[in-house]
């Protein structure tokens, strides 16, 4: 005979947040407890949007897509970086605290400005493509083909949503803040794969084969370990440290 | 894109994983030949012979043992300077690597720490094994190396460079790997798990061989105390007439 099984009693999630608005001058960062009841399939997001409507609506933190796909809700999950929307409450301890990512100017509780810091990155990386003719491209003209493997190569690494998780996640990062960190190592790789980007290896030479670039990484591997995209990262660095240090 | 690349940064990453590549190749080496102990005295005579280059030159040179202690310690500090400059360098880098590595709970970035500890620990150990070898070359051997090791009291510095030298060598060839190999990035998470599961039995491999050689010359060390400082004389040569 068919059973359905009884639904588990709901679990009372204690969560702790970090607190601070920097822009008062009388925040002192403290730590707030909430108590909520858990839900079936409760994200962090759903959870803290709970928090937000019914205890504390002054709660800040970023959401946009809810589905893994923005990277506005990185925080520091129990003491890992990690996206709250994709994060379970049931693969949680009942004790849960958060923290805003670290190494970001922080806006307030678990809200920080991950753009600004990867708008810095993307400039000092000039992660763009680089190309003579851009001025006198006809948009209106059929695209040279690109083999698929190619074009899935730079799509894989396309896929980074810029959540900051690997920068939070790195040892390096953490000790040293001008380390570009794996987000910006990786977009290095992807414009150095795209054949439209005209730039040599001795251009890349320059934005990155210095101890704030790809001989900076000490390979701890939390990027890869924590990365909410499952990127390859550790394998994208590892060929561009071999392509730099080829490099003459 | 004006003027010629600074290579340094590359050279020297290139020239810390090329010293610690030749290191750890040449401390297992170093631990199949010390540890030859346990074929017996005459096995490890011979070894000792033959590093002296008494099977090329017909008589042995301690010297050459001395030559090779200087460019192990050469290569060691080539490492060491090259190492430092990923050291916490501040207070300030301490701290924050200090309360990242225990928020994160990440093994790889535990084990970094690991070589960092290990490593700063062989600046000294290393360095004091090196200089009793570089000084005295003529004092190894099935008894000499033994009385050194028991009535000397060096199994202290040994038992603790053994673990030392093993989990920064383990480690640092892993992380050798994963830093300069070309891993699929398909199958990295899988070799990964394999490059991680053959670093733990290499350096268990290489702690219990290290641990039974030194364990065999504390034995022998031990039964040899009373005549410390008398040399071995291999079988063949205890044979002979006057020497019995």
Redesign the interface.
């Known amino acids: 005979m068919n059973r359905i099984p009884l639904r588990q009693a709901a679990r009372t999630l204690r969560i702790q947040i970090l607190r601070h608005n920097p822009r008062d001058p009388d925040s002192q960062p403290r730590l707030q407890t909430f108590e909520i009841e858990e839900a079936d399939a409760m994200t962090l997001f759903i959870a803290l949007t709970e928090i937000r409507e019914r205890q504390d609506p002054s709660l800040q933190f970023d959401f946009v897509c809810r589905a893994g796909i923005c990277g506005s809700c990185g925080m520091i999950i129990n003491g890992r970086p990690g996206l709250a929307c994709r994060t379970l409450t049931r693969d949680l301890p009942e004790q849960i605290t958060l923290a805003p990512l670290p190494a970001f100017e922080l806006i307030g509780d678990l809200s920080v400005n991950t753009g600004k810091w990867m708008r810095g990155m993307s400039e000092r990386l000039e992660t763009w493509v680089h190309s003579q003719n851009l001025e006198s491209l006809d948009i209106d003209a059929m695209e040279a083909a690109m083999e698929p493997e190619l074009a899935e190569q730079i799509y894989e690494l396309e896929r980074c949503i810029e959540c900051g998780c690997c920068v939070a996640a790195c040892g390096t990062a953490r000790m040293r803040e001008d380390f570009v960190g794996a987000v910006g190592l990786n977009q290095v790789t992807r414009f150095r794969l795209d054949p439209r980007d005209e730039r040599s290896d001795a251009a890349f030479y320059e934005l990155v084969g210095d101890e704030s670039g790809v001989f900076g990484c000490m390979t701890l591997l939390g990027c890869e370990d924590m990365c909410p995209k499952d990127l390859p990262l550790a394998t994208q660095i590892a060929f561009l440290r071999r392509r730099m240090a080829a490099t003459t | 894109?004006t003027g010629k690349?600074?290579?340094g940064?590359?050279r020297?990453?290139?020239l810390q994983s090329l010293s610690g590549l030749l290191l750890v190749l040449f401390i297992w080496g170093h631990m199949f030949f010390e540890s030859s102990i346990l074929l017996g005295k005459d096995a490890m005579y011979r070894v000792t012979r033959m590093f002296e280059g008494e099977p090329l030159f017909g008589k042995p040179y301690p010297l050459l043992v001395s030559g090779v202690a200087a460019i192990i310690f050469v290569l060691i500090a080539v490492h060491a300077v090259l190492a430092l400059?990923?050291f916490?360098g501040s207070h300030r880098?301490y701290r924050?690597?200090n309360a990242?590595?225990?928020?994160?709970?990440?093994p790889?970035?535990t084990l970094?720490y690991v070589q960092v500890l290990t490593g700063f620990a062989l600046f000294f150990l290393a360095s004091a094994h090196l200089l009793v070898v570089f000084l005295q070359p003529d004092n190894i051997g099935p008894y000499a190396s033994s009385d050194r090791i028991w009535s000397g009291r060096f199994w202290i510095l040994y038992a603790l460079l053994l673990v030392c030298v093993h989990l920064h060598a383990g480690i640092g060839i892993y992380?050798l790997a994963?830093?300069?190999?070309?891993?699929?990035?398909?199958g990295?998470k899988v070799a990964?798990r394999r490059l991680k599961l053959a670093m733990w039995g290499i350096i268990a491999f290489f702690l219990c061989l290290g641990t039974a050689s030194l364990a065999t010359y504390m034995y022998i060390g031990r039964d040899h105390a009373p005549h410390a400082g008398e040399r071995y004389l291999p079988a063949h040569q205890q044979a002979l007439p006057g020497n019995t």
């Open positions: 894109m690349l600074d290579r940064p590359a020297a990453d290139i400059r990923k916490p880098q924050e690597f990242h590595m225990g928020a994160m709970r990440h790889d970035t970094w992380r994963m830093k300069w190999g070309p891993i699929p990035a398909a990295s990964r």
